[in-house]
Nanobody, 129 residues
Framework: EVQLQASGGGEVQAGGSLRLSCTAS????????IGWFRQIPGKEREGVSC????????YYGDSVKGRFTMSSDNAKNAAYLQMDNLKPEGTAVYFC??????????????????????WGQGTLVTVSS
């Protein structure tokens, strides 16, 4: 059974930083696609970042490029999202996801919500202005 648990959320002032963690079990973490999504109440989920753990390639949504950094520790079955220069519009529940990676001349992940296989419980991030 796939289990994903996001943690590390909290309240921070605009311009501050937070580091989210996603601990995982039930699948081959070292060759998977891990994603971070967020959802503002009343709005659709937004893809924030994803990573293919076999090679560490990462992809970011346009709204977080240059401010967020995703990483993983395959030995600990954990992924992280370092969020710097947070903005009030970043207030949301953040989720981590896990999916088999896509193979097409290389190995890829995706920020498309409907292509995520498993979702964990979210962690709330509140950015005050």
């Amino acid at each position: 059974e796939v289990q994903l648990q996001a943690s590390g959320g909290g309240e921070v002032q605009a311009g501050g930083s937070l580091r989210l963690s996603c601990t995982a079990s039930g699948f081959a973490f070292d060759n998977y696609a891990i994603g971070w999504f967020r959802q503002i109440p009343g709005k659709e989920r937004e893809g924030v970042s994803c990573m293919t753990t076999v090679n560490g390639n990462t992809y970011y949504g346009d709204s977080v490029k240059g401010r967020f950094t995703m990483s993983s520790d395959n030995a600990k079955n954990a992924a992280y999202l370092q969020m710097d220069n947070l903005k009030p519009e970043g207030t949301a529940v953040y989720f981590c996801t896990a999916s088999p990676p896509f193979y097409y001349g290389g190995v890829y992940c995706t920020l498309k919500e409907h292509l995520q296989k498993d979702w964990g419980q979210g962690t709330l991030v509140t950015v005050s202005s």
